[in-house]
Nanobody
Framework: VQLQAYGGGLVQAGGSPRLSCAASGSTFSLTVMGWFRQAPGKQRELVAE???????NYADSVKGRFTIFRDNAKNTVYLQMNSLKPEDAAVYYC?????????????WGQGTQVTVSS
């Protein structure tokens, strides 16, 4: 599985950028797709994820502001970010996980920088 992320860049505080992540390869095996982020000096953290069945999970810090949704036909997951805050600045990484017999395999896309100007 390969993940290609798009979006990010310099955004004003309060802005609404959208990130997208396109999966290719053996996408039928993917059970969850989502986004993590890592700010300088901090650990990588989960931002949002969407499971194959449609359930979602969000970090408390983004609940009510970010929305994750998926276009199954395009094997693409999107992260709509609203009301962006300076603390949202980070490198955002697309993530996907696949269940294989006896294990879970994780995949990462290249990071995309989100910089927030106040």
């Amino acid at each position: 599985v390969q993940l290609q992320a798009y979006g990010g860049g310099l955004v004003q505080a309060g802005g609404s950028p959208r990130l997208s992540c396109a999966a290719s390869g053996s996408t039928f095996s993917l059970t969850v797709m989502g986004w993590f982020r890592q700010a300088p000096g901090k650990q990588r953290e989960l931002v949002a994820e969407r499971w194959r069945g449609g359930s979602t999970n969000y970090a408390d810090s983004v609940k009510g502001r970010f929305t994750i949704f998926r276009d199954n036909a395009k094997n693409t997951v999107y992260l709509q970010m609203n009301s962006l805050k300076p603390e949202d600045a980070a490198v955002y990484y697309c993530n996907a996980r696949a269940s294989v017999p006896g294990s879970v395999v994780g995949y990462w896309g290249q990071g995309t920088q989100v910089t927030v100007s106040s």
